[in-house]
Nanobody, 127 residues
Framework: QVQLVESGGGLVQGGGSLRLSCVAS???????????VGWFRQAPGKEREFVAA????????NYADSVKGRFTIARDNTKSTVYLQMNSLKPDDTAVYYC?????????????????WGQGTQVTVAS
């Protein structure tokens, strides 16, 4: 069982930045490097949507059009952590952000492709 814990959310003014972290359970150890990790978000009254993903080797990333050029996903396998750097934040970015993980998948951008999910962290961007 993989446990994921997100952190780094909060309240920020429009145009500001936040960095989210997704830490995988310690029991994974080196196995974390075999997991592709994605970030999704869900705004009030809306469906959960894909934000970004990074594959297990960190050689491939994928972004939703709405965040391209503003968000950057990265990973540090030595710390079993994936980061989402969010710059130039807009009120439309307000949502609960979730990370998800799936082993041995080259890339995944759809919710159903992920087996493991965190509890989410709230990001609120004030106008």
């Amino acid at each position: 069982q993989v446990q994921l814990v997100e952190s780094g959310g909060g309240l920020v003014q429009g145009g500001g930045s936040l960095r989210l972290s997704c830490v995988a359970s310690e029991t994974l150890g080196r196995a974390f490097s075999t997991y592709t990790v994605g970030w999704f978000r869900q705004a009030p009254g809306k469906e959960r949507e894909f934000v970004a993903a990074i594959n297990w080797s960190a050689g491939t990333t994928n972004y939703a059009d709405s965040v391209k050029g503003r968000f950057t996903i990265a990973r540090d396998n030595t710390k079993s952590t994936v980061y989402l750097q969010m710059n130039s934040l807009k009120p439309d970015d307000t949502a609960v952000y979730y990370c998800a993980a799936q082993q041995w998948r080259y890339m995944a951008t759809m919710q159903r492709e992920y087996d493991y999910w965190g509890q989410g962290t709230q990001v609120t961007v004030a106008s």
